[in-house]
């Protein structure tokens, strides 16, 4: 029942994935994954089971596991795991044990192309050896951010691209699809209503952006608390309000951290925290809120809803935590949007094609060639039969300079 159920969420998602359909009847005559191996550390829910078969469908031989354990879809996992070529290592609920393991499972297949969500898969490579690996791809903040950190000391190995830098990526994954997920996840979990509250997002990167913008859509008061100053000014001039997290948390209904850092809420801001406010992260890793400080100032604890814990602390007042201070969306939801993890996992695909297609290159981290982010504009722009401009020989000998 289970894995039948896991195979009517994979069929629902291609069925509204054009993209990667489209790249699926090309990939099965063009075969550019034929005699590679390829291991896939990624949210394991039913777009990207879609990818894995894409993969497999290339001529890879594919490996899969999650790459949060709290996100992994159990009966899309099972079903996936029928497909010939795909082998699944990924289980809900695991412990931290457990998930490593799962990555080690998963790089059993030796694989020369990697495709990796936060940058476990690659720290598990680095720590147990690099052997083979052709290069690979990166399609998180955090871990294009760790990407960087470990090539800045001479560190990384092979060569990865930083598929979450691309425009069709950032643009429309970050802002769009996080935007939406994220309060997807917050209405179904609490069922609340938005309208007339005070939000906090924290962090005004593409993320915040699009939680931001669609926090105002629902009616809510919008209050970007940043650290730079650049983009502090733009959500001013985006019309929302800017303050410190200690000075924002004190009138706020929920909170939502979207930075990559440690500690934006921490033992301080919940000493003035108002009472009955919840708690969330859209960020990959569950450091944002110091979960420490909140089991520290707790006086009782209790579940109350599904993915929502009660923390009284020792004055009394309420702060609710939402999936564990996990990534909120994927923890209490499906992720993104089917039609966003179209234009995602397109890139990515048509990213480790062009890998796959040229000699090794030396380790660091490398652009999305723009070739690739522009076929992929143009296959969505295709799919949704949206024609645009073309330049005259005029134009573009004036814009040549020439």
């Known amino acids: 029942m289970e894995r039948s159920r896991g ?8 069925s509204h994935m054009p993209l990667l359909g489209e790249l699926r009847r090309e990939f099965a005559v063009e075969q550019p994954f034929r005699g590679r191996r390829i291991a896939m550390s990624i949210h394991l829910e039913a777009k990207t089971a879609c990818l894995a078969v894409l993969l497999r469908d290339g001529g890879g031989r594919v490996a899969v596991t999650g790459s949060n354990p709290l ?3 159990d009966d899309v996992a099972l079903a996936l795991a029928e497909e010939d070529g795909i082998s699944v ?11 490593t393991d799962h990555l080690r499972q998963t790089l059993a297949v030796r694989p020369d192309l990697v495709l990796d969500d936060g940058g476990d898969l ?5 720590e147990d050896g690099t052997h083979g690996i052709h290069g690979g791809c990166e399609e998180t ?3 294009v951010a760790r990407l960087r950190r470990r090539a800045s000391r001479g560190e990384l190995a092979f060569p990865m691209f930083a598929v979450n830098d691309a425009r069709m990526k950032c643009l429309f994954d970050n802002r769009h699809g996080t935007g939406q997920s994220v309060w997807d996840a917050i209405l179904r979990s609490t069922n609340l209503l938005v309208a007339g509250k005070n939000v906090v997002v924290a962090g005004y990167g593409w993320c915040g952006r699009g939680i931001a913008l669609r926090a105002r859509g629902l009616g809510a008061r919008v209050t970007v608390t940043e650290i730079d100053p650049v983009k502090a000014l733009e959500a001013t001039m985006d019309g929302f309000s800017v303050a410190p997290m ?6 706020a209904d929920f909170v939502i951290t979207a930075t ?3 500690d934006v809420v921490s033992a301080d801001d919940l000493a003035v925290a108002k009472d009955g406010v919840l708690l969330s992260n859209a960020g990959h890793f569950n450091v944002e809120i110091n979960l420490d400080d909140v089991r520290r100032l707790t006086r009782r604890s209790r579940r109350v809803r599904d993915g929502i814990d009660e923390h009284t602390l020792h004055d009394g007042r309420r702060v609710y935590l939402l999936g564990e201070g996990r990534l909120v969306n994927l923890v209490l939801g499906d992720g993104h949007p089917v039609e966003i993890m179209d234009i995602s996992f397109a890139l990515q695909a048509l990213t480790l094609r062009h890998i796959a297609s040229r000699p090794t290159l030396p380790p660091g981290v490398y652009a999305v060639p723009e070739e690739v982010d522009r076929d992929v504009a143009r296959r969505r722009l295709a799919a949704v039969e949206t024609s645009i401009d073309k330049w005259t020989e005029a134009q573009r000998v004036y814009m040549s300079g020439a």
């Open 141 to 143: 903040t955090t871990g």
């Open 260 to 262: 990559g850092c440690i």
């Open 71 to 73: 996100s992994t879809q």
């Open 246 to 251: 200690r000075q924002a948390i004190r009138e």
């Open 7 to 14: 195979r009517e969420k994979i069929e629902w998602a291609a």
């Open 89 to 99: 290592h990924a289980k809900r609920g695991v412990s931290p044990e457990e998930y």
């Open 122 to 126: 690659v720290e598990v490579l680095h």
